[in-house]
């Protein structure tokens, strides 16, 4: 593999199209096959701070699973945060952004013997400051692997519309992963998209099959973005939620829209729908009349008895000052995020790309 060849862009063509989940499980799947794999993502839009600085949210889920080779900062270069942009049209300059991605990557490149790189969002994002996905990948002379999501004829358009943008920055797009492709339709999306795109000249790595577990949201996930306080269940904070439910209704009519994988938001005052999910997660039918999690809203503590039972039973019970239209929008309108602590969804994406993804084709035309 050639100097150059020893890196590759991942790029998605529009956000939430799954680019993390893919960057997370090539990662895994070069590391098996090269050795020391190193990972930078140029330009990051959600971030954390770390020991003062801001860090992309995913180059910390990187660097907290495998621990590659480098310095965090030097992983996460940009962090983009409230009024970036407004100052960058004002008083910004290119070239130093230019240097700080191009510094950072040298950094990484040094102590590793292949680079992930990954983009965010779609190829135009980051071009109001000059840094869009095909700025950077032209920038650091890598090939691209566009991420787009199940369909035929949608995603073939918006790879052409995306692939416009490296071309017209002179990168190469590799070839293409579909994502979130449900599995009775495998089998025909990847026949149909594979011929639609070598019309093009353009290749298909793989198809990946949709897991709603890796849409889903953990009970510790809406424990932290939601600011809750946990009264009990401590156990049960990776419980994925795949469906919630209003408690606006009696017990007896709850219990038949219960079920694993349901989440109650219910006010801190409706103590008969608690005792109900509870009683329901007890037993043989805690399948079907059982709850994952339980949120109580609008500040309003259950009585004393009822606190004592929740905090010895293990069901994730959760009390925020929210009130319940708030949380139920929330969570609606959630962009789940993998973090570290989701060992279960690292695990299933890691084994989703090595079974459904031809790495070693990538590796042949990387070289």
Do not use: W
């Not at 039972?309 to 708030?326: G, M, R």
């Amino acid at each position: 593999m050639t100097s150059e060849g020893k890196r590759v862009y991942i790029a998605a063509t529009r956000q939430n199209d799954g680019k993390t989940i893919v960057s997370l499980g090539l990662f895994a799947a070069l590391k098996k096959r090269l050795g020391k794999i190193g990972y930078i993502k140029p330009v990051g839009q959600h971030y954390l701070v770390v020991d003062g600085k801001k860090i992309d949210k995913d180059a910390v889920l990187i660097d907290q699973v495998y621990n590659p080779a480098g310095n965090l900062p030097d992983m996460s270069p940009i962090a983009v945060p409230h009024g970036f942009t407004e100052h960058y049209i004002q008083h910004g300059k290119k070239d130093v952004l230019s240097q700080r991605i191009q510094r950072a990557f040298k950094n990484i490149q040094k102590v590793n013997d292949f680079v992930l790189i990954e983009g965010t969002g779609h190829a135009g994002v980051g071009a109001v400051f000059d840094m869009s996905n095909s700025d950077v990948a032209s920038l650091l002379h890598s090939k691209v692997i566009l991420v787009s999501i199940g369909g035929v004829g949608k995603p073939i358009d918006e790879i052409m519309l995306n692939k416009a943008m490296f071309d017209q920055k002179g990168v190469e797009v590799l070839g293409v992963i579909i994502n979130k492709v449900h599995e009775k339709k495998i089998k025909k999306i990847s026949r149909l998209v594979r011929a639609g795109l070598a019309r093009k000249k353009i290749e298909l790595f793989g198809v990946i099959p949709y897991r709603e577990t890796l849409s889903s949201p953990t009970i510790q996930q809406l424990l932290e973005d939601l600011d809750g306080k946990l009264l009990g269940g401590a156990g049960g904070l990776q419980n994925n939620i795949h469906r919630m439910i209003i408690g606006a209704m009696p017990p007896h009519e709850a219990l038949g829209y219960f079920g694993r994988g349901t989440l109650l938001i219910t006010p801190g005052s409706r103590e008969d729908l608690v005792l109900a999910a509870m009683s329901g997660s007890l037993g043989g039918q805690a399948a079907a009349y059982g709850v994952s999690g339980i949120i109580l809203t609008g500040k309003i503590t259950p009585h004393r008895h009822v606190l004592q039972l929740i905090s010895d039973f293990d069901l994730p019970i959760i009390q925020v000052k929210a009130d319940t239209f708030s949380v139920a929008s929330y969570i609606h309108d959630l962009i789940v995020k993998i973090r570290p602590s989701d060992r279960s969804k690292i695990c299933a994406t890691e084994e989703l790309v090595e079974n459904h993804v031809n790495i070693d084709r990538i590796l042949e035309k990387l070289g």
